[in-house]
């Protein structure tokens, strides 16, 4: 089960309190070329396709952490659902059986120049606020991320439980693990 609603809340706070920077979507005006995670992968998504994806394709929408100076950090969200037989019970028990909703966190970088600052959990924070409000238009059963194994510290901190997974075999990259952040926990997390 996830964590008791106080513990949880005390890992989110309200947003804009802890960070100098503010959270919007990525304009077709903003520089992304000054960003630089350390991480080709997402930096090249960021600078080439994050874009597009948002503004031509209406695949994924891009949320960034910006300032006066600069873009601190980006997250890219879509809706998508996920096998109900792959959440762990007891988090599984009453779900029905077929494809649930969900909203995918599928970029999430924060400049290596603003690490352990709070970038990333302010975020997240707004990704979690997207899939209350996905919840309430749609329906939506939690966030799903593929993490990197070396983040899995940060998601894992912030209440996010290992799915049950089939990826596995020989390959020379680190495997992303599957996990998941239930709604109910989410709207602990936020509060009313
Ligand atoms: C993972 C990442 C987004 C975290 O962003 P950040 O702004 O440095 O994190 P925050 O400052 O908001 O940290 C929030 C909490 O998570 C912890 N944390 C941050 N990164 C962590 C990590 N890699 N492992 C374990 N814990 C971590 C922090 O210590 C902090 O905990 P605290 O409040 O108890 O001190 C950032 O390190 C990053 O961009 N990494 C490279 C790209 C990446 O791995 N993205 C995730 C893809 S799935």
């Not at 409000?133 to 990197?148: E, F, M, N, Q, Y």
């Not at 510290?153 to 992303?176: I, Q």
Request: glycine share 8%; hydrophobic share 40%; proline share 7%.
């Amino acid at each position: 089960m996830w964590e008791s609603r106080p513990s949880l809340r005390a890992r989110y706070p309200a947003i804009q309190s802890s960070c100098y920077a503010l959270i919007r979507r990525l304009k077709h005006t903003d520089d992304r070329s000054a960003f630089h995670s350390g991480d080709v992968d997402l930096d090249r998504f960021f600078y080439c396709f994050a874009g597009q994806n948002q503004f031509r394709h209406h695949i994924g929408t891009t949320y960034v952490a910006v300032s006066s100076e600069r873009i601190h950090g980006f997250v890219t969200v879509s809706p998508g659902e996920l096998a109900a037989t792959s959440v762990k019970q007891p988090t599984r028990a009453n779900l029905p059986g077929y494809p649930l909703p969900i909203l995918r966190l599928s970029r999430l970088a924060v400049d290596q120049r603003d690490r352990g600052k709070g970038v990333g959990r302010l975020l997240l924070r707004t990704a979690l606020g997207l899939a209350l409000d996905l919840r309430d238009r749609l329906g939506c059963t939690g966030i799903v991320v593929d993490a990197k194994p070396s983040a899995l510290g940060f998601f894992e901190v912030l209440g996010f439980l290992r799915l049950d997974s089939e990826t596995a075999g020989l390959t020379d990259r680190p495997v992303p693990v599957p996990l998941f952040l239930p709604v109910q926990a989410i709207a602990d997390a936020l509060g009313p």
